[in-house]
């Protein structure tokens, strides 16, 4: 087994940018949408719940697939882009955290989704009575009492974009710097026959994935538990 | 002197109700501007959802709301004050602590929202309620009275224009419940905002209780002074148990060799177990229904030391069809005497006759 070489280097500088980039953004967004997810009453609840959980049970060419089509120059997205005098998404990093966004979404959704209903009505309550606007209810009560959701999201979200592949394959192409993440590289490796290559790479990611799922677990903090 | 009229403005006006299907509650009340009013029920009698409506936890609850002058509620008029405008203080009978916060970080939450008035001494109250010690503790690690203590000073701190307290003391073990109780009282005269509290204990109300409405399945029955609402006749039937006079004297003197102590009231004088009050304190005491016997003549060879001579006003079905519920004028204080229909007869007792009163226990309070 031989070290990285620098292409593999620039795969997993690239790959740890994007799932990074593509946490935040996630978190930004799920946060709201995980909240209300967890306390409406709408009769539209349930199929927001079933959209969001789609990626979960779609293979991940068809989104790829979709997404290609949408985000290309005859798609709707892709038409709107060119209009506003924006580059077109497919096949650049731009494109890929919008791909790898819908793909890891329902791992960030689901956690907060739980962590958020876990906290129930009557710290909520209290806070209202306690004269917490709305927005200052979320903010001071549910995020700092979700925040253990917040780190399993965190850390799904991020490892569950190091680790995809067919949205990567359908919309990002496999440019070197730009596109070219881990899994493309370890699948160039293999197709090239250079099992060497390919078994540092694979080792590089298994540890990665094992340590995140680690940290996660050493960071959930027991003392929740019981309240 | 408790009543709505008292100090001409009322401090609290409302009619609030909802209706679930078979459910339903009314509530429609007019408080003191000061002191403690008693929301007392058998259990479902609905003293839960008359706080939560008043507090705008319940968005189904129409009517009008008003606490000293702001309208919280108008359903007529669309105005429905949300619970963070409401400033209210709300202490709820399993108390919600923030658990990422500290001890300390909790008692702030409201404060700081309030803005931190200099008319709360936040440093009294927490010595008061003996939460010096427990500042930095985190909220998990307190016992339910501790946890109870945190979520009063708290609701206090929030500078409310009216406290609602839902059964504050019914998690707690007795000499936890007795210590809070303890504290409620001395917390009572410095009070400025009304107090309501639910309970459905006889003791609380009658050594808190200013005021007293009675509630029986969502609807007022009765409301009232605790004298004048406690020995009614017609109180619902799973209150019958706490029916009884509720007397406020004056400590006129103690008898050390005894271990006594004498209670002067309108209508006479009663001999208490020896307590800390000094002469001319006042106390409240209670003597329940059950403890009142009657008796033509006063008693000689008697081991109760009580003896009230009364008038029997009226007389009413009890909850038992053997027995009855009498209510007797004792020189202006009112009590009830609860006995069998058999002896009512055999006594050859009415309205109007003069007769004695011997009370067998004294519940002390206050």
Request: glycine content about 10%; hydrophobic content about 50%; proline content about 5%.
């Amino acid at each position: 087994m031989g070290g990285l070489s620098t292409e593999d280097l620039q795969a997993f500088g690239l790959t740890l940018r994007l799932a990074a980039t593509v946490t935040i953004f996630l978190l930004a967004l799920c946060a709201p949408l995980a909240w209300w997810l967890a306390r409406t009453r709408s009769a539209l609840q349930r199929l927001v719940a079933a959209v969001v959980a789609l990626p979960l049970v779609l293979p991940p060419t068809v989104l790829g697939f979709y997404l290609l089509l949408l985000l290309g120059p005859h798609g709707a997205v892709g038409r709107l882009t060119a209009a506003l005098g924006l580059a077109s998404l497919p096949f650049t990093f731009g494109g890929l955290v919008v791909g790898s966004m819908l793909y890891s979404l329902p791992f960030v959704v689901q956690p907060l989704h739980n962590a958020f209903e876990a906290i129930g009505e009557a710290p909520l309550e209290a806070a209202a009575c306690l004269r917490a606007s709305p927005l200052d209810r979320f903010c001071s009560v549910a995020l700092p009492m979700a925040a253990p959701g917040i780190v399993t999201a965190a850390v799904l979200g991020f490892v569950h974009t190091v680790g995809e592949f067919g949205v990567v394959l359908m919309i990002g192409g496999n440019i070197p710097g730009q596109t070219r993440v881990l899994s493309m590289s370890l699948y160039d490796h293999v197709e090239a026959g250079d099992y060497t290559q390919a078994h540092a790479l694979s080792l590089c990611l298994l540890v990665f994935s094992f340590a995140a799922l680690l940290v996660m677990s050493l960071l959930r903090p027991r003392r929740w538990a019981n309240v | 002197m408790s009543d709505a009229q008292d100090g001409g403005a009322s401090g609290l006006d409302a009619a609030l109700g909802w209706n679930r299907g078979a459910l339903s509650i009314a509530l429609d009340v007019m408080l003191p501007a000061r002191g403690v009013t008693a929301l007392f029920g058998p259990s479902g009698a609905g003293k839960t959802s008359c706080l939560r409506m008043i507090a705008g936890l319940d968005r189904m609850a129409a009517g009008r709301l008003r606490v000293a002058d702001e309208i919280w509620q108008d359903s007529n008029r669309g105005v429905f004050l949300p619970p963070h405008r409401r400033r209210v203080g709300y202490v709820t009978q399993e108390p919600a602590l923030f658990a990422h916060l500290d001890v300390s970080g909790n008692l702030d939450f409201g404060h700081r929202r309030a803005g931190r008035p200099a008319s709360l001494d936040r440093e009294d109250l927490i010595d008061r309620f003996g939460l010096r010690d427990l500042l930095r503790r985190r909220v998990q690690s307190l016992s339910g009275g501790e946890r109870q203590r945190v979520a009063i000073v708290r609701a206090l701190l929030s500078q409310p224009s009216l406290l609602l307290f839902d059964e504050p003391l019914s998690a707690l073990d007795a000499p936890a419940r007795e210590d809070l109780l303890y504290l409620l009282e001395t917390l009572h005269a410095k009070l400025a905002a009304p107090l309501i509290y639910v309970s459905h204990s006889i003791d609380e109300v009658a050594r808190l209780a200013d005021h007293v409405v009675v509630l029986e399945a969502g609807r007022v029955v009765a409301q009232g002074s605790p004298q004048a609402t406690l020995t009614r006749l017609d109180l619902p039937p799973a209150l019958i148990e706490a029916a009884g006079a509720v007397i406020e004297g004056v400590v006129i003197g103690h008898d050390p060799d005894d271990h006594l102590t004498e209670l002067g009231f309108a209508g006479g004088a009663l001999l208490l177990p020896r307590n800390q009050a000094r002469v001319g304190d006042r106390l409240r005491c209670r003597v329940g229904a059950r403890d009142v016997v009657l008796a033509q003549e006063r008693q000689t060879g008697v081991s109760s030391l009580n003896q009230l001579q009364c008038r029997i006003i009226a007389v009413a079905d009890a909850d038992h069809p053997s027995q009855c519920l009498v209510q007797l004028d004792a020189g202006g204080t009112v009590l009830l005497a609860r006995i069998t229909r058999r002896s009512w007869r055999a006594l050859g007792l009415v309205p109007g006759l003069e007769i004695w009163a011997q009370v067998k226990a004294v519940a002390l309070g206050g």
